[in-house]
């Protein structure tokens, strides 16, 4: 059982670049969550997901997308990465019914030139 | 909406000494209350919970309750350890009925020195 995992670790990307972050969960939660993680701002919704198929913004969407085509996996995308881009991005998922327990990735630390 | 408030960091502690974090809300509804903790270089982890007022959720030897009347759920621990060195995140869930979005504080890292 590997909880939750995210793919790449790390990223350099130069602006303009694209690029797509995986998260997989093999717990079969209904829930998914992508979080950024900047210096003094905590932790950040950016994008989540209630169910396979659905998709929903968080507090900060602007310059990403996702998809979730697989209950497993929610992809988080970046079209035209730019430098406020850089963070580190955590993957989290929870069961149907426990939303407060949200099982977290290692993180993807990206950074944007 | 709703938010959580932490103290600042950095927090500096001695082994064994006593710990306190503050973290106060605002929320429209009844919130669940949470403290997460973040270790060097890992994603976060669940620490402890209380879903009701009064409740005192603890964990590891820490502990936190939930104050409806101070709006505060304040992390607390007797005797910090080294091994407690980590960023702690208190929130709360989304009081407008759906429980599964979490609001997060902005964090306060700890560090014990032996």
């Known amino acids: 059982n590997a909880g939750v995992t995210q793919t790449p670790k790390f990223r350099v990307l130069k602006t303009g670049q694209s690029m797509t972050l995986l998260c997989a969960q093999d717990m079969n939660h209904e829930y998914m969550y992508w979080y950024r993680q900047d210096p003094g701002m905590g932790l950040r919704l950016i994008h989540y997901s209630v169910g396979e198929g659905t998709t929903a913004k968080g507090e900060v969407p602007d310059g990403y997308n996702v998809s979730r085509l697989k209950k497993q996996n929610f992809l988080l995308g970046l079209e035209s990465a730019a430098p406020s881009q850089t963070s580190v991005y955590f993957c989290?998922?929870?069961?149907?019914?426990?939303?407060?327990?949200?099982?977290f990735g290692p993180g993807t630390r990206l950074t944007v030139t | 909406g709703d938010s959580v408030t932490q103290m600042e960091g950095p927090v500096t502690l001695s082994e064994e000494a006593f710990l306190t974090i503050n973290c106060t809300y605002t929320?429209?509804?009844?919130?669940?209350l949470f403290w997460y903790v973040q270790y060097p270089g890992e994603g976060l982890q669940l620490l402890l919970k209380a879903t009701k007022a009064d409740d005192k959720g603890s964990n590891k030897g820490f502990e936190a309750t939930y104050r409806k009347e101070t709006t505060s759920f304040h992390l607390e621990k007797g005797s910090v350890q080294v091994s407690d060195s980590a960023v702690y995140f208190c929130?709360?869930?989304?009081?407008?009925?759906?429980?599964?979005?979490?609001?997060f504080g902005k964090g306060t890292l700890l560090t014990v020195n032996p």
């Open positions: 929320a429209t509804g009844y919130p669940s």
């Open positions: 929130a709360l869930t989304d009081s407008g009925g759906s429980n599964y979005k979490l609001t």
């Open positions: 989290a998922s929870t069961p149907t019914g426990r939303g407060y327990e949200q099982y």
